[in-house]
């Protein structure tokens, strides 16, 4: 069984676990401000709903952005852990690289499994300067 976290686009955040190249389980949530913060417990749910552990995964799939800064990291960062801790293959993929989650699982058997992912964000990041103290 695959986990899948697509968590870069704007509007709502996918989990899905997928078994024999079929989507076996979905959740998506509408993004909300904050919403990165309860990605964690959503993924719970979905594992308490299949009554799996991470250690039972074969992989993790992470679409790695560009997408929101935080969102992103916040993903990768979940996926990273995960597959430490429990010796899990990790994949990503950037959002063009797909059209409907049941591609990536198709795509992984050509790609290389990741000892870390890091989140793409498409863009220079957009930091204000400091401002000067009086």
Known sequence: M???IENSKPDKAILALAEDGKIVSKIIKKR???ESEN???YIDD???EKKIKVRDLEGIIVVI???SF???RVACVI???MAYVEKVPLYGFKQAEYNKLEDLLKKI???KEKSYLEPFYGKRPNISKSKKKK
Request: glycine fraction near 8%.
């Open 32 to 34: 909300q401000f904050h």
């Open 65 to 67: 952005g560009p997408g």
């Open 70 to 72: 935080t969102a992103v």
């Open 109 to 111: 058997k050509t790609r």
């Open 2 to 4: 695959f986990l899948i």
């Open 39 to 41: 990605l964690l417990e």
């Open 79 to 81: 996926a990273n852990t």
């Open 46 to 48: 979905l594992f308490k």
